[in-house]
């Protein structure tokens, strides 16, 4: 049998006392060199187990303090099916981070089917809960659709439905699809969350239609330990032996 690697031990000798709950959340963990002298093992060893459990979520790194065990995480529900909130951010407060005009990035543009180069716009917004970011909102629109219009990102008011603005610029949106994917945190985005880059997070990609045609599309961002999504699913009811056929 393969022996693990020390940090992949050490990391397991923290983990442990954790979840058992032995250690509470605030606690803060014994220093790099006071783990490396107790288990006898390098400072190298124990900075890899103590940044092993920070991307699992069960610590979080303090700068200039140490790593701590983490408070309680909030839990969040995002209702996919809520076709009130366009933005997907449900009940979150919505606070617009900016508004740009850039060249498609390779992601977004396949998505919206531009060719290289075509410009699009992106709106950053974040889902806060008590003045904390839950969740990171990116929005790309192809520029072209709206451009010479009212209609842009840039001439939207506060509150301002994406799809009555879609509507109003000729391009009313009759088809909605969500992909769902696990990836790592991005560092422009970990700034935006107050979170650490590298760890995993929870993305729904959602895409707007119009007559087949996509004319936006989005990213809901948030870490996997805070967000839970919700669909609510219509079954068909069972024809009984009166129904007509």
Do not use: K
Request: charged share 25%.
């Amino acid at each position: 049998m393969e022996r693990q690697p020390r940090y992949v031990w050490l990391a397991d000798q923290l983990r442990r006392p954790i979840l058992r709950g032995e250690l509470g959340p605030g606690t803060r963990l014994p220093s790099r060199t006071r783990l490396a002298r107790n288990y006898r093992v390098s400072e190298q060893v124990s900075r890899a187990a103590l940044r092993l459990l920070a991307t699992e979520g069960i610590v979080e790194a303090r700068r200039g303090s140490g790593y701590f065990v983490r408070e309680d995480p909030m839990r969040v529900r995002f209702l996919r099916t809520d076709t009130g909130s366009v933005h997907g951010l449900g009940g979150l407060r919505r606070e617009v981070v900016g508004t740009e005009q850039q060249l498609g990035p390779p992601p977004a543009s396949t998505r919206l089917r531009l060719r290289p180069g075509d410009p699009v716009y992106l709106t950053t917004a974040r889902g806060m809960s008590l003045d904390h970011p839950v969740a990171l909102h990116l929005s790309w629109e192809p520029a072209l659709i709206t451009a010479g219009t009212l209609r842009t990102p840039f001439d939207a008011e506060p509150g301002d439905s994406l799809l009555d603005r879609l509507d109003a610029a000729g391009h009313p949106v009759d088809g909605v699809v969500e992909e769902v994917c696990l990836r790592y945190l991005q560092e422009t985005e970990a700034e935006l969350l107050h979170a650490t880059a590298g760890i995993p997070v929870l993305v729904v990609e959602r895409t707007h239609y119009c007559g087949g045609r996509p004319v936006e599309t989005s990213d809901l961002v948030s870490t996997t330990d805070q967000c839970r999504l919700v669909y609510r699913l219509s079954l068909p009811r069972p024809r009984g032996p009166a129904d007509p056929g």
